[in-house]
Protein backbone atom coordinates (compact mmCIF):
# COMPACT_ATOMS: atom_id res chain seq x y z
CA UNK A 1 0.00 0.00 0.00
CA UNK A 2 1.20 3.43 -0.60
CA UNK A 3 0.57 7.08 0.14
CA UNK A 4 -0.95 9.47 -2.52
CA UNK A 5 -1.42 13.16 -3.24
CA UNK A 6 -5.08 12.34 -2.61
CA UNK A 7 -4.50 10.06 0.19
CA UNK A 8 -4.16 6.38 -0.42
CA UNK A 9 -4.21 5.05 -3.44
CA UNK A 10 -7.31 3.33 -3.93
CA UNK A 11 -6.21 -0.30 -5.69
CA UNK A 12 -3.62 -0.58 -2.53
CA UNK A 13 -6.55 -0.26 -0.07
CA UNK A 14 -8.48 -3.03 -2.19
CA UNK A 15 -5.06 -5.58 -1.73
CA UNK A 16 -4.95 -7.14 1.37
CA UNK A 17 -8.31 -6.63 2.75
CA UNK A 18 -8.44 -9.91 4.42
CA UNK A 19 -5.12 -9.55 5.83
CA UNK A 20 -5.99 -6.59 7.48
CA UNK A 21 -9.11 -7.50 9.17
CA UNK A 22 -7.37 -10.82 9.96
CA UNK A 23 -4.93 -8.81 12.32
CA UNK A 24 -6.83 -7.52 15.09
CA UNK A 25 -5.56 -8.48 18.33
CA UNK A 26 -6.53 -11.30 19.89
CA UNK A 27 -7.95 -10.17 23.24
CA UNK A 28 -9.39 -11.95 26.33
CA UNK A 29 -11.86 -11.29 28.39
CA UNK A 30 -11.92 -7.97 29.21
CA UNK A 31 -13.47 -7.86 32.94
CA UNK A 32 -12.67 -4.82 34.11
CA UNK A 33 -9.10 -6.42 35.90
CA UNK A 34 -5.66 -5.15 35.12
CA UNK A 35 -4.37 -7.28 32.56
CA UNK A 36 -1.17 -9.16 33.54
CA UNK A 37 0.88 -7.32 30.33
CA UNK A 38 -0.02 -3.90 31.76
CA UNK A 39 3.74 -1.96 31.68
CA UNK A 40 5.06 -1.97 34.68
CA UNK A 41 7.19 1.56 33.92
CA UNK A 42 6.66 4.18 31.07
CA UNK A 43 9.11 7.19 29.92
CA UNK A 44 7.48 10.40 29.23
CA UNK A 45 10.12 12.93 27.99
CA UNK A 46 9.38 16.77 29.43
CA UNK A 47 10.43 20.38 27.95
CA UNK A 48 9.44 23.20 29.92
CA UNK A 49 9.26 25.95 27.05
CA UNK A 50 7.03 28.44 25.29
CA UNK A 51 8.66 27.15 21.85
CA UNK A 52 6.61 24.96 20.18
CA UNK A 53 8.84 23.66 17.21
CA UNK A 54 11.81 23.43 19.42
CA UNK A 55 9.88 21.83 22.42
CA UNK A 56 9.00 19.10 20.05
CA UNK A 57 12.65 18.79 19.00
CA UNK A 58 13.95 18.33 22.35
CA UNK A 59 11.23 16.00 23.74
CA UNK A 60 11.54 13.46 20.48
CA UNK A 61 15.24 13.16 21.10
CA UNK A 62 14.74 12.86 24.83
CA UNK A 63 12.42 10.13 24.17
CA UNK A 64 14.60 8.06 22.42
CA UNK A 65 11.64 6.39 20.75
CA UNK A 66 11.94 3.41 17.94
CA UNK A 67 12.41 5.68 14.57
CA UNK A 68 10.25 4.39 11.91
CA UNK A 69 13.09 4.24 9.23
CA UNK A 70 11.36 4.14 6.06
CA UNK A 71 8.11 2.94 7.24
CA UNK A 72 4.84 5.11 5.94
CA UNK A 73 4.00 7.05 8.71
CA UNK A 74 0.12 8.27 9.70
CA UNK A 75 0.06 11.69 11.47
CA UNK A 76 -3.12 11.65 14.13
CA UNK A 77 -3.36 15.08 14.77
CA UNK A 78 -6.47 17.31 16.96
CA UNK A 79 -8.66 19.05 13.86
CA UNK A 80 -11.83 18.68 15.27
CA UNK A 81 -12.11 22.18 14.47
CA UNK A 82 -10.20 24.77 13.20
CA UNK A 83 -10.34 26.73 16.56
CA UNK A 84 -6.85 28.45 17.47
CA UNK A 85 -4.51 25.81 20.36
CA UNK A 86 -5.16 24.08 22.02
CA UNK A 87 -8.49 24.12 20.65
CA UNK A 88 -7.06 22.17 17.80
CA UNK A 89 -3.32 20.71 17.12
CA UNK A 90 -1.15 24.07 16.56
CA UNK A 91 0.56 23.64 13.06
CA UNK A 92 3.83 24.92 14.57
CA UNK A 93 3.63 21.84 16.48
CA UNK A 94 2.81 19.15 13.24
CA UNK A 95 5.24 20.89 11.04
CA UNK A 96 8.06 20.28 13.42
CA UNK A 97 6.68 16.62 14.43
CA UNK A 98 6.76 15.95 10.08
CA UNK A 99 10.53 17.73 10.06
CA UNK A 100 11.58 15.50 12.93
CA UNK A 101 9.81 12.07 11.64
CA UNK A 102 12.03 12.86 8.49
CA UNK A 103 15.09 13.50 10.53
CA UNK A 104 14.38 9.98 11.45
CA UNK A 105 14.32 8.47 7.87
CA UNK A 106 10.09 8.14 7.44
CA UNK A 107 9.02 7.39 4.72
CA UNK A 108 5.74 8.73 3.41
CA UNK A 109 3.96 10.86 5.76
CA UNK A 110 0.50 11.24 5.63
CA UNK A 111 -1.88 13.38 8.07
CA UNK A 112 -5.32 11.94 9.10
CA UNK A 113 -8.34 13.14 11.06
CA UNK A 114 -12.05 13.24 11.15
CA UNK A 115 -13.22 16.38 12.14
CA UNK A 116 -16.78 16.96 13.70
CA UNK A 117 -18.66 19.37 13.78
CA UNK A 118 -16.80 21.53 11.40
CA UNK A 119 -15.89 20.14 8.13
CA UNK A 120 -12.72 18.74 7.10
CA UNK A 121 -12.19 21.28 3.85
CA UNK A 122 -13.29 24.20 5.72
CA UNK A 123 -10.88 23.21 9.14
CA UNK A 124 -7.88 22.21 6.14
CA UNK A 125 -8.34 25.41 4.23
CA UNK A 126 -8.83 27.90 7.93
CA UNK A 127 -5.29 26.46 9.23
CA UNK A 128 -3.61 26.77 5.85
CA UNK A 129 -2.92 22.66 5.95
CA UNK A 130 -3.11 22.28 2.19
CA UNK A 131 -0.18 24.43 1.64
CA UNK A 132 1.67 23.12 4.16
CA UNK A 133 1.10 19.61 3.00
CA UNK A 134 2.39 20.48 -0.27
CA UNK A 135 5.90 22.16 0.89
CA UNK A 136 6.74 19.72 3.30
CA UNK A 137 5.78 16.63 0.76
CA UNK A 138 3.36 15.02 3.15
CA UNK A 139 -0.65 14.03 2.41
CA UNK A 140 -3.85 14.72 3.81
CA UNK A 141 -6.98 12.31 4.46
CA UNK A 142 -10.18 12.98 5.49
CA UNK A 143 -11.21 9.63 7.72
CA UNK A 144 -14.99 11.10 7.20
CA UNK A 145 -14.93 11.34 3.17
CA UNK A 146 -13.66 7.15 3.18
CA UNK A 147 -16.55 5.05 1.52
CA UNK A 148 -18.19 2.71 4.17
CA UNK A 149 -15.88 -0.12 2.88
CA UNK A 150 -13.10 1.43 4.34
CA UNK A 151 -14.67 1.49 7.83
CA UNK A 152 -13.26 -2.04 9.45
CA UNK A 153 -15.57 -3.45 12.28
CA UNK A 154 -13.65 -3.90 15.83
CA UNK A 155 -15.24 -5.30 18.97
CA UNK A 156 -13.81 -7.56 21.87
CA UNK A 157 -16.05 -8.93 25.17
CA UNK A 158 -16.93 -6.50 27.86
CA UNK A 159 -16.81 -3.44 25.87
CA UNK A 160 -19.20 -0.43 26.67
CA UNK A 161 -20.38 -0.60 22.83
CA UNK A 162 -23.34 -1.73 22.05
CA UNK A 163 -22.00 -3.48 18.64
CA UNK A 164 -17.87 -2.11 18.84
CA UNK A 165 -16.81 0.34 16.35
CA UNK A 166 -15.64 0.70 13.09
CA UNK A 167 -12.37 2.74 12.35
CA UNK A 168 -10.58 4.18 9.18
CA UNK A 169 -8.52 1.18 6.99
CA UNK A 170 -5.50 4.05 7.00
CA UNK A 171 -5.64 3.71 10.79
CA UNK A 172 -5.78 -0.22 11.05
CA UNK A 173 -3.16 -0.72 7.98
CA UNK A 174 -0.77 2.11 9.00
CA UNK A 175 2.92 1.02 9.68
CA UNK A 176 3.57 3.89 12.21
CA UNK A 177 1.23 6.52 13.83
CA UNK A 178 2.03 9.41 15.57
CA UNK A 179 -0.72 11.11 17.64
CA UNK A 180 -0.52 14.41 18.91
CA UNK A 181 -2.90 15.89 20.96
CA UNK A 182 -3.40 19.51 22.92
CA UNK A 183 -3.74 19.74 26.83
CA UNK A 184 -7.32 20.52 28.19
CA UNK A 185 -10.67 20.32 29.81
CA UNK A 186 -14.08 18.69 28.04
CA UNK A 187 -17.18 20.51 29.09
CA UNK A 188 -19.18 17.70 27.27
CA UNK A 189 -18.31 14.84 29.38
CA UNK A 190 -15.16 13.54 28.81
CA UNK A 191 -13.73 15.65 31.61
CA UNK A 192 -10.16 16.13 29.42
CA UNK A 193 -9.14 15.55 26.28
CA UNK A 194 -5.43 13.94 25.45
CA UNK A 195 -4.22 11.18 23.81
CA UNK A 196 -6.83 8.66 24.72
CA UNK A 197 -9.68 10.78 23.98
CA UNK A 198 -7.73 12.23 20.35
CA UNK A 199 -9.11 8.32 19.54
CA UNK A 200 -12.41 9.34 19.01
CA UNK A 201 -11.27 10.88 15.91
CA UNK A 202 -10.76 7.62 14.40
CA UNK A 203 -14.47 6.86 14.54
CA UNK A 204 -17.18 7.74 12.65
CA UNK A 205 -19.55 10.76 13.13
CA UNK A 206 -22.78 8.45 12.86
CA UNK A 207 -21.48 6.43 16.20
CA UNK A 208 -21.10 10.16 18.02
CA UNK A 209 -25.24 9.84 19.32
CA UNK A 210 -24.17 6.73 20.73
CA UNK A 211 -21.00 8.15 22.51
CA UNK A 212 -22.07 11.37 24.11
CA UNK A 213 -26.00 9.67 24.83
CA UNK A 214 -24.24 7.16 27.20
CA UNK A 215 -23.56 9.60 29.73
CA UNK A 216 -23.11 6.57 31.96
CA UNK A 217 -20.12 5.09 30.71
CA UNK A 218 -19.23 7.94 27.94
CA UNK A 219 -15.32 8.27 29.46
CA UNK A 220 -14.89 4.32 29.55
CA UNK A 221 -15.75 4.01 25.66
CA UNK A 222 -13.20 6.89 25.25
CA UNK A 223 -10.65 4.79 26.02
CA UNK A 224 -11.76 1.30 24.62
CA UNK A 225 -11.24 2.96 21.68
CA UNK A 226 -7.99 2.92 22.34
CA UNK A 227 -7.60 -1.01 21.78
CA UNK A 228 -7.86 -0.62 18.19
CA UNK A 229 -5.05 1.24 17.63
CA UNK A 230 -1.38 1.09 19.18
CA UNK A 231 0.94 4.86 18.21
CA UNK A 232 4.32 4.62 18.23
CA UNK A 233 4.79 7.77 19.20
CA UNK A 234 2.56 10.38 21.46
CA UNK A 235 3.85 14.24 21.49
CA UNK A 236 1.55 16.22 23.30
CA UNK A 237 1.28 20.32 23.02
CA UNK A 238 0.47 21.94 26.61
CA UNK A 239 2.54 25.37 25.80
CA UNK A 240 -1.34 26.63 26.20
CA UNK A 241 -4.04 24.79 28.21
CA UNK A 242 -7.95 24.41 28.57
CA UNK A 243 -8.36 24.55 32.31
CA UNK A 244 -12.37 25.04 31.88
CA UNK A 245 -14.81 24.31 29.37
CA UNK A 246 -13.11 22.85 25.89
CA UNK A 247 -12.71 20.84 24.05
CA UNK A 248 -12.70 24.02 21.45
CA UNK A 249 -12.95 27.25 23.46
CA UNK A 250 -12.93 27.41 26.91
CA UNK A 251 -10.93 29.31 29.68
CA UNK A 252 -6.85 29.45 28.88
CA UNK A 253 -4.07 28.97 30.93
CA UNK A 254 -0.55 28.90 29.80
CA UNK A 255 1.24 25.74 31.27
CA UNK A 256 4.53 26.13 29.23
CA UNK A 257 4.92 22.52 28.35
CA UNK A 258 5.53 19.53 25.81
CA UNK A 259 5.54 16.20 26.70
CA UNK A 260 6.16 12.90 24.33
CA UNK A 261 5.84 9.63 25.27
CA UNK A 262 4.85 6.05 24.07
CA UNK A 263 2.39 5.30 27.18
CA UNK A 264 -1.12 7.03 26.54
CA UNK A 265 -2.09 6.39 30.22
CA UNK A 266 1.62 7.77 31.40
CA UNK A 267 1.34 10.97 28.87
CA UNK A 268 -2.49 11.90 29.89
CA UNK A 269 -1.81 11.23 33.56
CA UNK A 270 1.10 13.71 33.33
CA UNK A 271 -1.27 15.78 31.74
CA UNK A 272 -3.61 15.90 34.42
CA UNK A 273 -0.34 16.36 36.87
CA UNK A 274 -0.41 19.43 34.38
CA UNK A 275 -3.77 20.87 34.66
CA UNK A 276 -3.62 20.17 38.44
CA UNK A 277 -0.39 22.38 38.97
CA UNK A 278 -1.62 25.48 36.75
CA UNK A 279 -5.17 24.84 38.55
CA UNK A 280 -8.35 23.58 36.12
CA UNK A 281 -11.74 22.78 37.14
CA UNK A 282 -13.28 21.38 39.87
CA UNK A 283 -13.55 17.73 37.52
CA UNK A 284 -9.81 17.75 37.30
CA UNK A 285 -9.08 19.08 40.60
CA UNK A 286 -11.21 16.41 42.70
CA UNK A 287 -10.37 13.71 41.34
CA UNK A 288 -7.15 11.78 41.56
CA UNK A 289 -5.19 11.21 38.26
CA UNK A 290 -5.48 7.41 38.40
CA UNK A 291 -9.51 7.57 39.32
CA UNK A 292 -10.01 9.65 36.31
CA UNK A 293 -12.61 7.04 34.47
CA UNK A 294 -10.25 7.41 31.26
CA UNK A 295 -7.60 6.44 33.26
CA UNK A 296 -8.70 4.07 34.81
CA UNK A 297 -10.87 2.00 32.26
CA UNK A 298 -7.30 1.91 30.31
CA UNK A 299 -5.52 0.72 32.86
CA UNK A 300 -8.01 -2.39 32.80
CA UNK A 301 -7.68 -2.29 29.56
CA UNK A 302 -3.49 -3.00 29.62
CA UNK A 303 -3.10 0.06 27.81
CA UNK A 304 -0.47 1.81 29.82
CA UNK A 305 0.84 1.88 33.46
CA UNK A 306 -0.88 1.60 36.72
CA UNK A 307 0.33 3.87 38.96
CA UNK A 308 1.92 7.11 39.55
CA UNK A 309 5.67 5.88 40.46
CA UNK A 310 5.32 3.83 37.08
CA UNK A 311 5.86 6.99 35.42
CA UNK A 312 9.49 8.34 34.82
CA UNK A 313 10.56 11.45 33.64
CA UNK A 314 12.94 12.30 31.04
CA UNK A 315 14.79 15.85 30.99
CA UNK A 316 17.11 17.73 29.47
CA UNK A 317 17.50 20.93 31.52
CA UNK A 318 17.29 22.10 34.97
CA UNK A 319 13.87 24.28 34.54
CA UNK A 320 12.33 20.97 33.11
CA UNK A 321 14.06 18.63 35.28
CA UNK A 322 12.37 20.96 38.43
CA UNK A 323 8.88 21.35 36.87
CA UNK A 324 8.57 17.16 36.15
CA UNK A 325 9.36 16.72 40.20
CA UNK A 326 6.61 18.83 40.99
CA UNK A 327 4.18 16.82 38.40
CA UNK A 328 5.51 13.91 39.89
CA UNK A 329 4.51 15.05 43.24
CA UNK A 330 1.50 15.63 42.25
CA UNK A 331 0.99 12.59 40.93
CA UNK A 332 1.93 11.02 43.66
CA UNK A 333 -0.39 13.19 46.37
CA UNK A 334 -3.02 11.57 43.85
Known amino acids: MRWTKGGINRRDFMKGTVVGLAGWPLLGSLTGTVRADAPRAARVALCKTTDRRAGVEQVMKLLEFEPPHGRRVLVKPNFNTADPAPGSTHNDTLLAIVRELRRRDAGAIAV??????????????????????KEERFD???????????????????????????IPRPVREAEYIVITPCLKTHQYGGVFTMSLKLAVGITPRSLMRQLHGNTEHMRRMIAEINLAYTPKLVVLDGVECFVDGGPMEGKKAEAGVILAGIDRVAVDAVGLAVLREVGANDAIMGTP?????????????GLGVSRPEAVEFVTGDAESRRYADKLKAILAAG
Open 140 to 166: VIDFGALPDTDWLPFSAPGLHWENGFT
Open 289 to 301: VFRQEQIARAVEL
Open 112 to 133: GDRCGPAKMPEVLARKGIPEMA
